[in-house]
């Protein structure tokens, strides 16, 4: 070998290696620019042209609740199987699966009754709850505040009412983490209370609003215990109802007609646009079609299904043509049975399809603030480069952790990498479950950002893949 071209070659290779960084940087700068320069577009399509909130006007107000079996249900169906093909799916089908059909059977009434004065309170049942019967029950009411103390007076709860009076904690900046917190009481305490002999419930609203609406939502009763009616009831009655029993023994009644009829067809409401590189690849995002009957479900979540169609709008207003297969999905069935996410996942299943991403917007129409995310370690570092080119339109955060209620089985069937839009969330829980959840709640510019910001993410991961 000639030692003296030796270091020639050497400069020569690290020009080389040198001039091909330069071209992967620049090609990547490129690539940032163009996807920039996309979802520019897409804001600008959303923020000018989006059809979101008059699609949230009409499902709200033209159709209104949504519960699963009820004739709102089917409604809502037919409606969003239209909207969808309106805003330019390839196909759209409805996903036949079976949900519980519950009924609240009449207006929810309740009164505390001390030294012979009677006094109305705002309840709404439970939903899945049983009624009270034909006639009014009354009984003795013992306040509560946690489940250890229920146990601790266990003597005292035979006959009476258990009062579970267990407050948002107003310490948690995140507002879902003071209803993971307190939410147990709603799900469990009936049954806790049965156990020990209770004839009925009262569940301090999950909520820490200033208002008096009492907030509704799903109890599970345990087969091992009597099952007894439940009602949630406003925050500033909670607050008189306390203050009555504080100052001696109070009685309360209870009216509620609650009832299930057999479970009957439901669907999940899909509409595609089919991947041109890559089909068999398929991208999910949605939201929940169905919502409580004592609300118009304007954020819960209507917000979530009307973002959802109109990112598919805006797609095809753009000429769009995604690598992968994108399902936009309208699920049945989250509020009191899951049945619409279980049979989505439960399908894909049976054929064999491979889910590679889901997103769900279900926290509201609010200001999008974050996305989590539930992936692995090496997906999580991915995503993160791509989030100068989200934030600008609000979400500047991406956590780990994340996802929605029903694209959750996708995850626990098959690992699918999920996550979840996270809108501003400190006045979302003045309206859950709550009559106010209605359409004039929701902020017209709140809800298209969060539909630019979910867009932008699904193209994205179309664009690169996970």
């Known amino acids: ?19 091909l960084l330069a071209i992967i940087i620049a090609g990547a700068a490129m690539g940032q620019e163009s996807d920039s320069l996309f979802i520019r577009k897409m804001a600008d399509e959303i923020l000018l042209r989006s059809s979101a909130y008059e699609n949230l006007r009409v499902l709200t107000k033209q159709i209104g609740p949504r519960l699963a079996g009820s004739s709102g249900m089917v409604k809502a169906e037919r409606w969003g199987a239209a909207a969808l093909q309106a805003a330019g799916a390839d196909r759209t089908w409805m996903q036949e699966c079976m949900v519980p059909h519950w009924v609240r059977g009449g207006q929810d009434q309740a009164r505390v009754l001390v030294n012979g004065k009677s006094t109305t309170l705002d309840v709404v049942a439970l939903g899945n709850s049983i009624g009270s019967g034909k006639s009014e029950l009354m009984a003795p009411v013992i306040e509560v505040r946690s489940f250890e103390e229920l146990r601790q007076r266990e003597q005292e709860v035979k006959g009476k009412i258990v009062f579970y009076n267990y407050p948002f904690n107003a310490a948690f900046v995140r507002t879902f983490q003071a209803y993971s917190d307190a939410n147990k009481y709603r799900g469990q305490g009936p049954s806790q209370a049965a156990r020990y002999g209770a004839v009925g419930v009262v569940v301090r609203s999950m909520s820490h609003s200033a208002d008096n609406h009492p907030h509704t939502g799903s109890t599970r009763y345990d087969s091992l215990y009597n099952k007894v009616p439940a009602v949630a009831i406003g925050l500033q009655d909670a607050d008189r109802l306390s203050g009555f029993i504080a100052a001696g023994p109070v009685q309360v009644g209870l ?39 004592n609300c118009e479900g304007a954020h ?95 979400c500047t955060e991406f956590s780990r952790g994340g996802g929605g209620a029903d694209i959750g089985p996708l995850n626990r069937l098959f690992n699918t990498p999920v996550a979840g839009l996270q809108p501003d969330s400190q006045r979302y829980f003045d309206y859950h479950h709550a009559r106010s959840d209605v359409f004039e709640a929701v902020n017209k510019r709140e809800l298209e950002l969060g539909a630019v910001n979910m867009a932008a993410l699904i193209y994205l991961i179309d664009r690169y893949g996970l």
């Open 1 to 19: 070998m000639n030692t003296t071209t030796t270091p020639f070659i050497f400069i020569r290779t690290i020009r080389t290696c040198l001039l």
């Open 300 to 394: 819960d979540d209507g917000a979530g299904c009307v973002q959802t169609i109109e990112i598919l709008r805006a797609f095809k207003a753009l000429g769009y043509v995604p690598k992968r297969t994108i399902r936009f999905v309208l699920f049945a069935n989250e509020e009191n049975g899951l049945r619409g996410g279980t049979q989505y996942a439960e399908e894909a299943r049976q054929k064999g399809e491979k889910h590679v991403f889901a997103l769900e917007s279900d926290a509201g129409g609010f200001t999008p603030r974050a996305f989590g995310f539930t992936v692995s370690d090496a997906q999580f570092q991915k995503i993160l480069q791509w989030q100068s080119l989200i934030a600008p339109y609000g």
């Open 255 to 293: 009216r509620t007609h609650g009832y299930f009829l057999p479970d009957t067809i439901g669907h999940n409401i899909i509409g595609e646009l089919k991947g041109s590189e890559f089909p068999n690849e398929i991208i999910t995002v949605g939201g929940h079609l169905d919502s409580w009957d």
